[in-house]
C-alpha cells in the first residue's frame, strides 16, 4: 500500500496509509454520534468535539509511537520511521530489515516504551480533569480514558503475539 510522507517529527519520518483517512471518518462519526447521543451536546458542538476528538486520536498515537521510539533508541536499535494508518486507527512502527534477532528483553524494553509514555499522559490528565470547562470535560474525560484503557493498561491483555 502506498504511503504519503508527512516528513520528519523530532527525526523520525511519519508517513501516512490510506486507510488512516477512512479510519479519520469513522473515528469522527462515532465521536459525534456519541458526544450527540450520549452526552446529549448540540449537533454543531458534537461535529467539533467529535473533530477534537478524532485529532488528539492521533496525536495520543503518535506520543505512544514515540514512547516506543524512545525506548527503542535507548536500547541501541532505534526505529526506522511511523506509519499512521494500520487497522485504519492505529499506528505501525518501522524497524530496520536488517535488524539482528534481538533477545526477548530487549523487545520487551521496546514494547513498553509507549504505555508508558501514554501512562505519564494518563496522570496529567487525571490531574488536570477538574480544570476543563463545561462541556469540554467530556474532552478530557476521553483524553484520560483513551491513554488510560487504549494505550497504557493494553499491555496487561494477553493477545498471544510472539
Known amino acids: ?16 496509509l490510506p486507510l488512516a483517512f477512512l479510519g479519520s471518518l469513522i473515528l469522527w462519526i462515532g465521536f459525534t454520534l456519541t458526544a450527540f447521543f450520549g452526552i446529549r451536546l448540540p449537533f454543531g458542538e458534537s461535529l467539533l468535539m467529535g473533530l477534537l476528538a478524532t485529532l488528539l486520536h492521533w496525536t ?10 524512545y525506548a527503542a533508541k535507548r ?4 526505529m526506522t520511521g511511523i506509519a ?3 487497522l485504519a486507527i492505529f499506528a505501525l512502527t518501522r524497524y530496520p530489515k536488517d535488524e539482528p534477532e534481538l533477545p526477548p528483553s530487549i523487545h520487551i524494553r521496546r514494547a ?13 490528565f487525571f490531574l488536570l480533569l477538574p480544570l ?7 474532552v478530557g474525560l476521553f483524553a484520560l480514558f483513551e491513554n488510560l484503557f487504549v494505550y497504557t493498561l493494553q499491555v496487561f491483555i494477553p493477545l498471544g503475539f510472539k
Not at 495520543?60 to 521510539?69: C, N, Q, R
Not at 536500547?75 to 532505534?78: A, D, E, I, L, W
Not at 513498553?112 to 499522559?121: F, K, Q, T, V, Y
Open 1 to 16: 500500500m502506498k504511503t504519503i510522507s508527512l516528513g520528519k517529527l523530532f527525526g523520525m519520518p511519519i508517513e501516512i
Open 60 to 69: 495520543f498515537e503518535l506520543i505512544h509511537s514515540f514512547g516506543h521510539a
Open 132 to 138: 476543563w470547562p463545561g462541556d469540554l470535560f467530556w
Open 112 to 124: 513498553l516504551g509507549g504505555p508508558i509514555a501514554n501512562g505519564i499522559l494518563s496522570i496529567f
Open 75 to 78: 536500547t541501541g536499535y532505534p
Open 84 to 86: 499512521l494508518g494500520t
